[in-house]
């Protein structure tokens, strides 16, 4: 299947890039979709009887789709011949998963030399936790990055799945293996790419161990800059119930918050970073910000450029001004009812698109086999 000869069809700076993914779920549909967007084309190899469309109808858009049986001869053939003809492979499974189905990097680097070989795991392809199963929230638990989001019981509380599928997880898959992509078109040399959701959070985490070594992060829950402590930098429960979030970090935005506030600065004093003065300042902010609705906080602060904010719903945010005028947010062809993100981030030479919506699974089997060569 070379879609080198009709790459027009799909703009995007990774045009003609060829992709195969390996059915899995959350991070490496993640990934493909990223590749998707930048305009590769992407060949999903599905599980018979399984449709993952319910939760991932935006994850596995502008995929074709093809449904083999891994645990086949027939299935492992379509997935070596699609290996044959691929720039870049994308795999979830455990370690030694591929390898016992026949796919795995000895055997598709062996046929493909120049094969970037993705994979994306929880914890890695070695080390003690290797084999065992998880999820987000244990990834971020072991990482020392959960204990960071806690409610006011104390009780961590889990970002979504945000961080560690997709944050840690899909989007540094997708820059492991553009980075290989372009160490394989210069060398001819393809490689295996261990993505670990673990190893993706812990980068992540490279501002607040700097601060750690520095003595800028006291590491008590709830008393540091970003975690709530500074009473610049958290959110607020307004009249009406609504929360208000305030990043009036360096001077000039704290001043300006704090005269969209009214509160004359001599309430507050001068040494804004004095920690042990924060719960005092926090509560006199949380009892002026109590006093109005989230509206009319918003109009006060809609030109002081304070860095303040509303705390936007996820179907509020579809209609906000900025977002409906950027286009992040919009329906999907032919689903008016499903809304996706807008593909990020954006190109002035190649733009890339996002109008092929996710397919049925297997809907692309007999053109795939046709063009692979398979007859059954």
Known sequence: MDSRADSSRRPGPLAGVRVVEVGGIGPGPFAAMMLSDLGADVVRVDRPGEDLRPTHAVLLRGRQSVVADLKSPDGLAVVLALVDRADILIEGFRPGVAERLGFGPSVALERNPGLVYGRMTGWGQDGPYAALAGHDLTYLAVAGVLDAFAGADGRPVPPLNLLGDFGGGGMLLALGVVSALWHARESGQGQVVDAAIVDGVAAMTAMHQSMLGSGLWPAARGANLFDGGAPFYRCYRTADDRWLAVGAIEPVFYDRFLGGLG??????????????????????????????????????????????APVLTVVEARSDPHLSARGVYAAVPDSPDLVQPAPAPRFSATPTTADTPAPEPGAHTDVVARKLGLTR
């Open 263 to 308: 509160v004359d600065p001599a309430e507050v004093g001068a040494a804004q970073l004095e920690a042990e003065q924060w719960p005092r300042v926090a509560a006199l902010f949380a009892d002026r910000i109590a006093t109005k609705p989230l509206a009319e906080w918003v109009a006060v602060f809609a030109d002081l450029d304070a860095c303040v």
